[in-house]
């Protein structure tokens, strides 16, 4: 079955950006979605379709995807911007979940 | 402004069946799939399933087959998820979500606020 892996944890400064990375076999032949999950809410859709961003989602956030690896980044991470970040495709009709990356802003 | 309501928290001894909800409001809800997503604690996402409510189409992750059943009442606007027997290992948080432009495999728009489920002797 298909997998997608991210590490555990990120840990930038504030103001300094920050860089998700979302692996998988072949990965540029799917569309990644990004999702933010602070603690004790549901998640929110941050980038879909790669590089898209939802309306009401800022601008300091960017996808892209190549190769085996996808990449989120935030442009200047805010305190606000503390969560855990997952990864989403679907691979055959099935959705599939990275185990999602901690990001601290300190 | 689309939500989607589910019915909050549950708490079960193994064994015993559950069904919980999850309601749809702000837009049509027979032409938007809906899918079932498990957070144990501390946990990823993992994806149990979906359904498309016009034609009660419905795909399980093998992960899930058979261990759970995923329907919809669209007279009320409410898609379920339940269990026959439960188990200890079932304790989580379950959110329901939409995808993106009816499409079944594309990005999970909008979420519920999700149902914490514990089952504990």
């Known amino acids: 079955s298909y997998e997608l892996t991210q590490p555990p944890s990120v840990s930038v400064p504030p103001g300094q950006t920050a860089l998700f990375t979302c692996s998988g076999t072949e990965l540029d032949d799917k569309y990644v979605s990004w999702y933010q999950q602070k603690s004790g809410q549901s998640p929110v859709l941050v980038i879909y379709q790669d590089s898209r ?11 892209s995807n190549s190769g085996n690896t996808a990449t989120l980044t935030i442009s200047g991470a805010q305190a606000v911007d503390e969560a855990v970040y ?11 979940f990275g185990g999602g990356t901690r990001l601290t802003v300190l | 402004e689309v939500h989607l309501v589910q019915s909050g928290t549950a708490v079960k001894k193994p064994g015993e069946s559950l069904k919980i909800s999850c309601k749809g409001s702000g837009y049509i809800f027979t032409n938007y799939w809906i899918a079932w997503v498990r957070q144990r604690p501390g946990k990823g996402l993992e994806y149990m399933g979906i359904i498309y409510p016009l034609d009660s189409e419905i795909r399980y992750s093998p992960s899930f087959q058979g261990q759970v059943t995923i329907s919809t009442d ?20 379950y959110y329901c979500a939409t995808t ?7 990005a999970f728009v909008y979420w519920g606020q999700g149902n914490l489920v514990t089952v504990s002797s």
């Open chain 1, 53 to 63: 961003r939802p309306s009401g989602i800022p601008d300091r956030f960017s996808g």
């Open chain 2, 74 to 93: 669209n007279s009320i606007n409410t898609a379920f998820l339940q269990w026959g027997s439960l188990e200890a290992s079932d304790s989580a948080m």
């Open chain 1, 86 to 96: 997952h990864c989403h495709v679907w691979d055959n009709r099935i959705a599939i």
């Open chain 2, 100 to 106: 993106a432009g009816g499409v079944a495999t594309e």
